[in-house]
Nanobody, 126 residues
Framework: QVQLVESGGGLVQAGGSLRLSCAAS????????MAWFRQAPGKEREFVSA????????AYADSVKGRFTISRDNAKNTVHLQMNSLKPEDTAVYYC???????????????????WGQGTQVTVSS
């Protein structure tokens, strides 16, 4: 059974930074495409970022480009999301998602992902 556990959320002032981590209990983690989504109150879950199994391909939502950076460490079965220049509109629950060998064209929808973490709250105050 695949388990994804997020950590690193919290309360930060606008302009600040946070680094989210997702620890995966997957034997074949190095074959998994990994992603981050977020969901604000009253809104649908939305794509934030994703990275291919090798780390060679990444994608970002337009709203976070230039501010957020996704990375992964296949030796430690972890994926990270470095969030800089945070804005109040970044406030949401952030979810880690994963699935084996996902086609890059499908990354943006939540339905294609096989496994999800429980989420970690990020709150950015103005």
């Amino acid at each position: 059974q695949v388990q994804l556990v997020e950590s690193g959320g919290g309360l930060v002032q606008a302009g600040g930074s946070l680094r989210l981590s997702c620890a995966a209990s997957i034997r074949t983690f190095s074959t998994y495409t990994m992603a981050w989504f977020r969901q604000a109150p009253g809104k649908e879950r939305e794509f934030v970022s994703a990275m291919s199994w090798s780390g060679g391909r990444t994608a970002y939502a337009d709203s976070v480009k230039g501010r957020f950076t996704i990375s992964r460490d296949n030796a430690k079965n972890t994926v990270h999301l470095q969030m800089n220049s945070l804005k109040p509109e970044d406030t949401a629950v952030y979810y880690c998602a994963g699935g084996p060998n996902k086609n890059g064209n499908t990354w943006y929808g939540p339905d294609v992902w096989d496994s999800w973490g429980q989420g970690t709250q990020v709150t950015v105050s103005s």
